[in-house]
C-alpha cells in the first residue's frame, strides 16, 4: 500500500470520527406577559418565524391581535426565549441589544408609517458595545413623542429606541440592553426545546388611540449574534392593536352611606319613641317626688 493511499484512508477514518459540523441556533420570542390578546390570554404564542426586524418582517405584521395597552405606569414586556433548533446554544457573556418596532397603518388619508429602532452589537475582546438606534416619526400632532434608545456599555449592545405618531395616535417603545438581557441570558445554555424567562425585555412607553381605524404596530427581537462558534438567530415577535378600543367596565360603585328612606323613617319614628318615653319616666319621677314632699 502506498503512502498517499495510507494517507487518505488515515484522513477519512479522522474525518469521519470527528464531530458532525453545528447546525444554526434559533431562538423564538413569546409574549409572556405585559399584554393581552383579543381572547384575554396573557401569554400569546410564537408568531411566523421571523429573521430580523427587516422588510420581512413589516410584511408579516398584524398577528397576534392584542388590547391597547393601559399607560398609567410603563407597560413593561416580559418575553420567553426558547431554544426551536436542534443544537444546543450557549449564550455569549455579552450581549447585542434588542431592536424594537413601531408603525401605523390603516389611518384614513395617510400611508403607513413604520419606525426600526436596531439594538447595538456587542463589542469584542472588551471593547465597547455599540449604543442603540433611535427611529422616530412625527406627523400631524400635537404631542411630542420622546423617544429613547439605551447605550452600550463595556462589551454589551443597548437597546433601540422607535416611535410613530400620526394625526394625534402614537405609539413608542424602547429596547432592553444587553447589559440588562446578560443578568438573565450571559453564559447560559439553552438545549433544544429549553426556555429562559427575561423580564422588561422590551417596554412601551407611550401608547394613544384615537382612531379605531388606525392600526398600531409593535415588535422586537435580538439581532443575529454568533456564539460557541455557530451563528444564532432569533424569531422577531410582532403584534396589532386593532378595532375597537376595548375599555374596561367601571368598578361598581361603593354601597350608599345615606339609609334608605324607609330605614330614615323607621330611625326617626325609633327616636321620638325613645323621646317620649324619657319625658314620660322624667313626669313620673317628679311626681313621686312632690308626693314625698307633702
Known amino acids: 500500500m502506498s503512502r498517499s493511499i495510507l494517507f487518505f484512508a488515515l484522513f477519512l477514518a479522522l474525518l469521519l470520527a470527528g464531530p458532525p459540523p453545528a447546525s444554526p441556533g434559533v431562538l423564538s420570542l413569546s409574549l409572556i406577559s405585559g399584554l393581552t390578546d383579543l381572547t384575554g390570554n396573557t401569554e400569546i404564542q410564537d408568531p411566523v418565524w421571523q429573521e430580523s426586524l427587516s422588510g420581512s418582517t413589516l410584511a408579516q405584521l398584524g398577528s397576534p391581535l392584542l388590547f391597547d395597552p393601559e399607560m398609567d405606569v410603563l407597560t413593561s414586556l416580559t418575553v420567553r426565549v426558547t431554544n426551536t433548533s436542534a443544537s444546543a446554544v450557549t449564550l455569549p457573556e455579552f450581549l ?58 463595556i462589551s454589551n449592545g443597548g437597546g433601540g429606541g422607535a416611535g410613530t405618531a400620526v394625526a394625534e395616535n ?42 379605531d381605524e388606525a392600526r398600531m404596530a409593535l415588535g422586537f427581537d435580538l439581532p443575529t449574534f454568533s456564539s460557541g462558534g455557530i451563528s444564532v438567530t432569533t424569531g422577531a415577535f ?17 354601597p350608599s352611606a345615606v339609609p334608605e328612606p324607609a330605614s330614615v323613617t323607621l330611625l326617626l319614628g325609633g327616636l321620638a319613641l325613645g323621646a317620649t318615653r324619657r319625658g314620660l319616666a322624667r313626669s313620673r319621677q317628679k311626681s313621686g317626688q312632690d308626693l314625698a314632699r307633702v
Not at 429596547?175 to 422590551?202: K, T
Request: glycine share 14%; charged share 15%; net charge negative.
Open 170 to 211: 402614537w405609539i413608542a417603545m424602547t429596547g432592553a440592553s444587553g447589559e440588562h438581557l446578560s443578568q438573565f441570558l450571559a453564559n447560559r445554555v439553552l438545549n433544544p426545546g429549553e426556555w429562559i424567562d427575561v423580564p422588561d425585555f422590551a417596554k412601551i412607553t407611550a401608547f394613544h388611540r384615537t382612531n
Open 238 to 254: 410582532s403584534a396589532t392593536c386593532s378595532g375597537p378600543s376595548i375599555v374596561a367596565e367601571p368598578p361598581p360603585p361603593p
Open 96 to 153: 447585542p441589544g434588542v431592536s424594537v418596532l413601531t408603525g401605523i397603518n390603516g389611518l384614513p388619508g395617510y400611508s403607513s408609517r413604520t419606525n426600526v429602532g436596531s439594538g447595538g452589537a456587542r463589542g469584542a475582546n472588551g471593547a465597547a458595545g455599540a449604543d442603540g438606534t433611535i427611529s422616530r416619526t412625527v406627523l400631524d400632532t400635537t404631542f411630542d413623542l420622546p423617544v429613547e434608545a439605551t447605550p452600550g456599555t
